[in-house]
């Protein structure tokens, strides 16, 4: 790793999913989800933070911040209150959160765009664009000259959060049930020879509108012109190749067209697997990382990184489940 002092640095964290809860398990039942540890472990990554020599100028959630079980227990607004206290006690003041298919059940989309999550409302610094479309929750914002960061709504064609009798509960529904023949749409459909992916088709699941991808493609054409670097973070990852399908968008191809479009694109950040996952397309040279998830990580390891930004690449530091890379920019 490289001794030089970085241009700046920012931390990153995955599916906290806290919930006041005993441990318990994925629906699968093969992973251990450690509900109050969550907890305690993002209370370490944040006393990092606040004790780095070089403290990261803002922090990354990629969403899934609290548990949907909160939802069941009446419990969502408490346990958001608890784990925003926690960001809030460290020296880190600029958090910018994703959301994930958990924020959604515990709050509508309605109620979240005017809540703490929503951090176009709570960021001191001057953001970039944000997309004008009435109710996604996607912006940009630029820490140094020549770096620009997105942070992009992989719900706001979905299922949840949405009254069902709107249209666009009623037109998600259409796209999910011409893959997804199941009663449960949860239950990812069986992939095909032809569809090997088709398991993303999953109510847990969700995917980027047009408007929103006409938005990215104009922000980014504006990257290119500046030859800025960007970073882009979702909750669901894009890439096949960084993540078990059932975990990838719905149109997780559009959204892979278009960082093979624009040059401007370094880095692609999501949560939701929680076992993480990293590959570099060369199609695009983009970084496809999916960040393991703090939920299903023991109480003495960790899972979060700390990221040391360089003109020509980014140094990241991980912290138990995650591993240290060097990822440079092609
Ligand atoms: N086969 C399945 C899987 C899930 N469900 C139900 O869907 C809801 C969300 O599932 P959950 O595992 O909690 O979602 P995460 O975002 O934590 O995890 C995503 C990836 O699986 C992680 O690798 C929940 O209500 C499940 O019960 C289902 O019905 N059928």
Known sequence: MSAGAPLFTFGVIADVQYA????????ARTRTRYYRNSLQLL??????????AVRPEFVLQLGDLIDGFNALHGASRSALDTVLREFRSGVVDEV??????????????????????????HVKRRLGECCPGADIYAYSFSPQPGFTFIVLDA??????????????????????QMYNSHQDLNSPPTPTESEPLLQR?????GGFSQEQLDWLDSVLSSADDRQEKVTIVSHLPVHPDSTDPACLAWNHGALLGLLRRHCSVVLFMAGHDHDGGYCYDPESGVHHLTLAGVIETPPHSQAFGSVC??????????????????LNFS
Not at 43 to 51: D, F, L, P, Q, V
Not at 98 to 109: A, D, Q
Not at 311 to 326: F, Y
Request: aromatic share 12%.
């Open 43 to 52: 209370r370490k990554a944040r006393e990092h933070w606040s004790g780095s």
């Open 201 to 205: 088709y999953a109510k847990f699941n």
């Open 20 to 27: 006041d809860l005993e441990d318990g398990s994925n629906f």
């Open 309 to 326: 930004v360089y003109p020509d690449r980014m140094e990241l530091t991980g912290h138990g489940r995650i591993s240290s890379q060097v």
């Open 96 to 121: 910018h959160h994703v959301w994930g298919n958990h924020e959604l059940y515990n709050f509508s989309r309605e109620e979240l765009l005017t809540s703490e999550l929503n951090s176009t409302l």
């Open 155 to 176: 719900y706001d064609m979905s299922l949840l959060g949405l009254e069902e009798s709107s249209e666009q509960y009623q037109s998600a529904l259409r796209l999910i």
